[in-house]
């Protein structure tokens, strides 16, 4: 009766017909309910699927989504009754109470809604003082300004040589001004500032800008952006159109480890009800149907793996289930004969496409004046605090919500952490006030040495840059928006130009002064605008319509504005309609392509940022790069190999030394990287971060007993300690690994007594050196691994070879041989084109695959000294070599290599086992003795590897001569001989016969 009170006529006694007993039951006590109370009747149906057939398809959607398997399932009486009825089957459903279903629409109708577009909406920025929101924007920006034109001043900067050349950043601004207060905008450039100016104020790295808002001189005042948009040429209605009118949209990058205390400030600052991240949605691809589909249903994961696997993956052009069943003899197979596979494969094929579950836009945010379901419904991510949208970027667009980008961008945590590092030296760099000029970093950038340099790692981009000779800062924007399909082959012009091996031509002199900078050829999208402007007589902003009409390419919008660029040449330039024509044609072919300098420029700087990291202090910026990629271990070993050029030394992991991350120290006369904790595979950054504050707060472990009685609760399991071993962190407290390795659980067995007596906070009976001595942990007495084994153990625990590679020991056979290093393999294509090259690596692993007709190929992982390399080998190559592609074996190669969209592809053509390749070619070694200590060892060595056809001669000094002796016989020297000869003691060196 409370409730009937309460709402009055808008209370219905609600009927269901699923075909439960229960509402059998409950049919007549609801009618009964709604006759004494006058109440009307409704019928309704809880819709879950479309149709009958999606009843177990749907339920198994719901296990997927709960993570639940089938028969976990806690709706199970959900049948097929809850698919979508239409109008007819309800009315026969219902056809003894019509005034249910007549009610329905009733209801429909009471509760019609359309969520309507709105212009869009921003929160009221307090401006203080008393100010408007527009008065606020100026005040901001003319002060910002003002501390810019003082620092330009103080650099001799000629842009601000005297009165009448600053009065043009004054009038620029206040054009703008002018044009964002017109707009109604004031409100989104003081907010954007707000966030921007208190993560600076927190240490956060920011980027300079990013997109088209370095165009913006009010962005530049107002430290939105770090590039002086009239320095380098940057339109603001590029920016922002006063003739075509749209949201202004600032794309920022911040750090990315700490861009997320920025969202929690803007949520902080405008209310956690008026904040939101803004919802994405997943579907399920074939490959994840299956899988899911096979969980859920409690299928053997082995199985289901197989299955999975025989569908193609093609990230770029996805296979359904569908074409997988055409084109997979083996699934076909498969689904017929095995039933539950059958099943399997028929509810994955009804669920692919469909929505697998919900998430939230990598950066972007909405903030509006108001709670904002008020304007749109609000779905709560649980993994977390901060509420999402339920509309979609598109939708919250349309909702009148807008939305603000918060992107993370790794080069600029990279940059912080050298610049940090630096600092430790007590080096102090500002790396937003660098020299532009620095001729060291452009004869670096002119060599090709970019490895870590943002945006100019590719090999195509080092042959580009070794070329160009780039000498400036406009060299380096205008490669970044060269170096694209289509622009691309303008970049053997602009070299030709800059370098005065061809003439530059202009078709109309009104076209140097915008064209100058890029010898003639137009590269951005702002030189189509000032074209447009200067020849024809377009403001920017229209200028800007006929930049989009360009490359939109519609015709009727390129014929209209082909007759008013023809007009406005003739009127302004008295140019004739055929040179017009002509000159509209150019800038057309140009615009389809053309890059936004604003962001060229923008992201130009943060590339001479890193290069000048790179250039000046190479040891803090490969730290730091290597810590921003230190669970990469196809990056580190770029980096390990690029250090080794620069002979930077990499020094090992080691428990008293290391750091939870990569660190800079003192080495030698200069510095050297310090292997980190945390990059050593399974042992857990955070873990090692407790490892090293023990070690900082009570000094470094004197012994391997002194580092179990004080290991941290979290960085102690066996894994971890296994891997660290492995990767020689414990050879200053114990040199011998094999012997730690194989008494990792009398170590933890240790280590968890210690833990137990700390907890305990009892006095042990004994002290002193008895206790020392109960202590002391006893270790078995074995024998180290070899010097081979110890580099597989390192590898396996690091993900790359560190100390050594394998192949050290070949290194004048592979000069015979005339191999090609992996890092090397760019150079050579570039200047050789598609070729047969010769390859040695230690196999890593072997991924075997079926095609979709079928064959078996895979793909083949090699290591040598310079990096890692993959060669796909097809059917009739596994078959040949299927015996020696084994994991740990080292092998010579011959691929046929090419570059394909910008990748080198191996395809294998022969192989072989490197020794047996060496063997064949009878390189000996010679074995400078300084003892005959190692006489019984090099012995049994030489008596492992066997007979071959390689000599071995022994040199011995004697009476102040040497001596050479040669074997009678000949031997195979595999390379693991080589290295298990030169780390005998009692051999000064090995050298080539």
């Known amino acids: 009766m409370a409730l009937h009170h309460f709402m009055g006529d808008r209370l219905y006694i609600e009927l269901q017909r699923h075909g439960h007993a229960e509402e059998r039951q409950a049919e007549p006590l609801l009618l009964q309910l709604a006759d004494e109370l006058n109440l009307p009747l409704v019928a309704t149906n809880d819709n879950h699927f479309e149709t009958a057939d999606m009843h177990i398809p749907q339920n198994v959607l719901t296990c997927i989504a709960t993570s639940q398997r089938i028969s976990q399932l806690t709706n199970p009486d959900q049948n097929e009754e809850y698919r979508f009825k239409d109008a007819a089957e309800m009315q026969a459903l219902f056809a003894d109470i019509p005034e249910a279903i007549s009610n329905s629409l009733v209801i429909a109708q009471r509760c019609a809604f359309m969520v309507k577009t709105r212009a869009p909406i921003l929160p009221a920025f307090e401006a203080g003082e008393g100010r408007s929101t527009e008065e606020e924007l100026a005040h901001q920006s003319k002060q910002g300004l003002a501390k810019r034109i003082v620092e330009l001043k103080a650099s001799g900067s000629e842009l601000v040589a005297d009165a009448a050349a600053e009065q043009i950043y004054h009038d620029r601004l206040d054009y703008e001004l002018g044009i964002i207060n017109e707009m109604g905008f004031p409100g989104y450039f003081l907010i954007v500032a707000d966030f921007i100016k208190w993560a600076k104020d927190q240490n956060i790295p920011v980027g300079p800008g990013r997109g088209s808002g370095a165009g913006s001189l009010v962005a530049y005042a107002l430290d939105i952006t770090n590039l002086d948009p009239i320095r380098w040429g940057l339109l603001f209605e590029r920016f922002l159109n006063p003739e075509r009118v749209s949201m202004p949209d600032f794309d920022i990058d911040f750090c990315q480890d700490r861009r997320e205390e920025v969202k929690l400030y803007v949520q902080d600052k405008y209310g956690a009800d008026r904040v939101a991240q803004i919802i994405t949605f997943g579907t399920l691809q074939a490959r994840a149907a299956i899988r899911d589909v096979g969980r859920v249903l409690e299928m053997p994961y082995g199985q289901v793996d197989r299955i999975a696997k025989l569908i193609p993956s ?243 919008e390129m014929d209209a504005q082909r007759q008013k660029f023809s007009e406005g040449a003739a009127e302004h330039n008295q140019i004739s309609a055929q040179l017009s024509g002509d000159i509209f044609d150019q800038i057309a072919a140009f615009a389809g392509y053309g890059f936004n300098k604003s962001h060229a420029a923008a992201y130009a700087l943060v590339t001479y940022q890193t290069a000048w990291l790179k250039t000046n202090y190479p040891v803090e910026f490969f730290a730091a790069s290597m810590a921003l990629d230190s669970h990469n271990t196809d990056k580190l070993a770029v980096f390990r190999q690029d250090c080794l050029y620069h002979d930077i030394p990499i020094l090992p992991v080691d428990v008293n030394h290391s750091k939870a991350s990569f660190a800079v120290e003192p080495y030698e006369d200069g510095l050297a990287i310090r292997y980190a904790l945390g990059a050593v595979k399974n042992v857990g950054s955070e873990a090692m971060v407790s490892l090293c504050e023990e070690r900082d707060q009570n000094g470094p472990f004197s012994s391997l007993d002194n580092f179990i009685q004080r290991l941290p609760k979290d960085g102690g399991n066996k894994r971890q300690l296994e891997n660290l071993i492995r990767s020689g962190g414990f050879d200053g407290l114990n040199k011998n690994r094999r012997q730690l390795y194989e008494n990792i659980d009398q170590i933890i067995s240790q280590a968890d007594f210690h833990r137990r007596e700390k907890a305990s906070d009892q006095v042990n009976l004994f002290g002193g050196a008895e206790q020392q001595d109960l202590d002391a942990i006893k270790l078995g007495d074995v024998p180290d691994w070899s010097a081979n084994d110890k580099l597989q153990h390192e590898f396996a625990a690091l993900g790359l070879y560190l100390s050594a590679h394998p192949l050290d020991s070949y290194a004048k056979q592979l000069a015979r041989l005339k191999t090609t290093p992996s890092n090397l393999l760019e150079d050579t294509l570039a200047q050789k084109g598609p070729s047969q090259l010769k390859l040695a690596g230690q196999l890593t692993s072997v991924q075997e695959r079926v095609s979709a007709k079928g064959n078996r190929f895979a793909f083949l992982q090699l290591t040598d000294k310079t990096g890692v390399f993959e060669v796909t080998a097809f059917s009739e190559f596994l078959n040949l070599y299927r015996d020696i592609l084994v994991p740990d074996t080292a092998l010579l190669m011959q691929a046929d290599a090419r570059v394909e969209n910008g990748q080198v592809r191996l395809l294998g053509v022969r192989a072989e086992r490197l020794d047996d390749a060496i063997a064949a070619h009878h390189a000996g070694i010679g074995i400078h003795l300084s003892s005959s200590v190692a006489l019984s060892d090099i012995k049994q060595i030489l008596k492992q590897d066997g007979g071959g056809r390689a000599p071995v001669k022994f040199y011995v000094k004697a009476q102040g001569e040497q001596v050479e002796i040669t074997l009678p016989h000949k031997f195979k020297l595999s390379g693991s001989t080589r290295l298990a000869l030169a780390s005998l003691s009692g051999i000064d060196t090995l050298s080539e016969i």
């Open 314 to 556: 093609n990230p770029a052009n996805p296979v359904s289930i569908a074409q997988a069943l055409e084109s997979e003899p083996e699934l076909r197979q498969m689904k017929r004969s095995e039933e539950q596979v059958g099943h399997l494969i028929d509810t994955a094929m009804q669920l692919e496409g469909l929505y697998r579950h919900a998430s939230t836009h990598a950066a972007g945010l909405v903030i509006s004046d108001r709670p904002l379901p008020e304007l749109v419904p609000i779905y709560r991510d649980p993994r977390s605090d901060m509420p999402a949208t339920q509309f979609n970027m598109k939708f919250v667009e349309m909702a009148g919500l807008v939305k603000f980008d918060f992107l993370g961008l790794k080069t600029l945590t990279v940059i912080q952490r050298a610049v940090e590092m630096i600092a430790e030296r007590g080096i102090t760099i500002d790396i937003d006030t660098i020299p532009l000029d620095d001729e060291n970093t452009y004869n670096m950038l002119a060599d090709g040495d970019t490895v870590g340099v943002f945006q100019l790692e590719s090999s195509g981009m080092r042959d580009v840059l070794k070329g160009l000779k780039p000498d400036r800062f406009e060299d380096i924007i205008a490669v970044v928006a060269l170096y694209r399909p289509g622009p691309m082959d303008n970049i053997p012009t602009y070299i030709a130009r800059k370098h005065g091996r061809e003439e530059v031509h202009y078709m109309h002199p009104k076209l140097e002064p915008i064209l100058a900078e890029t010898y003639g050829i137009m590269i951005y999208q702002e030189q189509v605008q000032q074209a447009a402007r200067d020849l024809a007589g377009y403001t920017l902003g229209g200028a800007d319509i006929l930049r989009r009409a360009m490359g939109k390419k519609i015709k009727e």
